[in-house]
């Protein structure tokens, strides 16, 4: 691909630079639910849990991508992010 880097760290860089682009895209999608007079009813309530799950979601998949996954805070992290799984399917 690019001359210098390995597909490792090229994938990396992509994965951060994508998933950051999400974090910010589902953060404004919260504070224009609560911005926006027409989203301050009970659809703009159920886009603002399902925007600011999504980033949790997005935040544990960007930044704790590359641990040990036998460790106790990596399983941890784990149940987060299946909390925030739930919360998706269930609101």
């Known amino acids: ?4 880097l390995s597909s490792s760290l090229l994938f990396c860089i992509l994965n951060f ?3 950051f682009f999400g974090i910010v895209v589902n953060l404004t999608g919260v504070l224009l639910t609560f911005r926006v007079r027409a989203l301050r009813t009970s659809f703009g309530r159920l886009t603002a849990v399902h ?5 949790a979601i997005l935040v544990i998949f960007t930044f704790w991508e590359y ?3 036998k460790s106790l805070l990596s399983r941890k992290f784990g149940q987060v992010a299946l909390f925030f799984w739930f919360v998706l399917l269930n609101s």
């Open 1 to 4: 691909p690019l001359p210098g």
């Open 17 to 19: 630079q994508i998933g």
């Open 51 to 55: 925007c600011s799950a999504e980033c």
């Open 67 to 69: 641990s040990d996954h």
